[in-house]
């Protein structure tokens, strides 16, 4: 059954030659209401992770700083909008990344990965000494340096879901498995929720460009997510914005949680 849901659109269009910035003529964010048919959507609950507390692992919390944002979201706006999607009826699907403590105890895993064996890593090139070099200096000093790199690997090691899927509902860690749920169940909408909007999941596997090359259509929960952020945009959050900005313009649409939640239940 078709129903009307509020979502945002961008309409890249049209740029004004006029202005000093032509891209300032775009008619920019749009709202409207879209059609929706619930048996044919799946929400998606990716990488929620638990992290260790600031205090008995700081170094994870100074390379990732969206933790914080991402822990009182999953605190503050979860557990309502989930409730609201289970009492729908909207099929909820939770993606882990293989790395999960309780991911292979979990019935939703363990059906799935019955059904849909994890796919084999990608062939990968020989490395040789110069490609080895760069890596190491990249290592030592883009994102999980030295300093830091022993509370990266603890944080790792207990990584478990902050979400904990229901006996009911399908767990996939692969873009093969989500796929093959998603030809399964007859799904052709997946509106992503979780962290984040401009790493895991759009390049991760099961991410955005994944399921859009696999003919998918991706749309996002504006304040189910949140970005990872470097030192010039972390006061405005503004790769948060690119990020939904991305969805919007490459993907689907940019929901609101609660306008969602009511449309699913009305």
């Known amino acids: 059954m078709e129903i009307q849901v ?18 300032e003529g775009y008619r920019g964010w749009t709202k409207t209401d ?15 992770w638990a992290i260790p507390p600031r205090e008995s692992c700081p170094g994870i919390y100074r390379v990732c700083e969206y933790i ?5 979201i999953m605190k503050d706006r979860f557990p309502a909008f989930l409730d ?8 909820l699907i939770h993606i882990g990344s293989r790395t999960e403590k309780s991911l292979d105890s979990l019935p939703g895993y363990r059906r799935v990965a019955k ?11 020989e490395p040789d000494d110069m490609l080895r070099r760069l890596r190491e200096f990249r290592n030592e000093n883009v994102f999980y340096d030295r300093t830091n790199q022993s509370d990266v690997r603890a944080a790792a090691a207990v990584r478990d879901f902050a979400i904990v899927p229901r006996d009911d509902e399908d767990v996939a860690c692969t873009s093969g498995q989500l796929f093959g749920l998603c030809r399964e169940y007859g ?10 909007v401009n790493a895991c999941l759009t390049m991760s596997p099961c991410g955005f460009f994944d399921m859009s090359r696999r003919g998918i259509l991706c749309s996002i929960v504006r304040d189910l997510t949140t970005a990872v952020e470097n ?7 503004s790769h948060k914005e690119y990020g939904l900005w991305a969805y919007a313009l490459w993907g689907g649409f940019v929901f609101d949680s609660g306008e969602l939640s009511a449309a699913l239940n009305a």
């Open 6 to 23: 509020p979502a945002w659109y961008y309409a890249q269009q049209s740029a004004d030659y006029t202005l000093t910035f032509p891209g």
């Open 34 to 48: 879209i059609p929706l048919d619930p048996a044919h959507t799946a929400v998606l609950v990716m990488h929620a």
């Open 68 to 72: 914080p944002r991402s822990q009182q």
């Open 84 to 91: 609201a999607v289970r009492a729908s009826g909207v099929r």
């Open 115 to 125: 059904r849909y064996p994890p796919e084999p890593a990608p062939e990968q090139i």
């Open 187 to 196: 799904i052709t909408h997946l509106i992503y929720t979780g962290f984040a």
């Open 231 to 237: 030192r010039e945009s972390c006061a405005a959050e």
